[in-house]
C-alpha cells in the first residue's frame, strides 16, 4: 500500500511539473516573435540610446552635486 501511495504521488508530482513546461512551451513566443520583439527593443533605437545615454548623465550629474553637498536637497532649498 505504501508503494502503491509513493507511486501514485510521484506521477502526480511529474504530470504537474509535465503540465507545468507544456503551458510554458504554448505560452513562450516563437523565433519569429522572438525576432520581432528583439526588432522593437528600446536598445535597438540609436535616437532612444541616445536619449537614455543624456538622461543617465544629467541623473550621474545631480547626483554627483548631491553627494558633493551637506544640504538635504530632497527637503528642497534651504530655509
Known amino acids: 500500500m505504501s508503494g502503491m501511495r509513493t507511486f501514485l504521488s510521484a506521477s502526480g508530482m511529474v504530470a504537474v511539473v509535465g503540465l507545468g513546461f507544456g503551458m510554458w512551451s504554448i505560452m513562450s513566443p516563437g523565433e519569429e516573435q522572438r525576432r520581432?520583439?528583439?526588432?522593437?527593443?528600446?536598445?535597438?533605437?540609436?535616437?532612444r540610446m541616445e536619449e537614455t545615454r543624456k538622461r543617465n548623465a544629467l541623473v550621474m550629474q545631480a547626483l554627483k552635486e548631491a553627494a558633493e553637498?551637506?544640504?538635504n536637497i530632497a527637503r528642497g532649498p534651504a530655509r
Not at 520581432?36 to 535616437?47: A, C, F, G, R
Request: a negative charge; glycine letters at 0%.
Open 36 to 47: 520581432e520583439l528583439i526588432k522593437n527593443l528600446p536598445e535597438s533605437n540609436p535616437k
Open 69 to 71: 553637498t551637506d544640504e
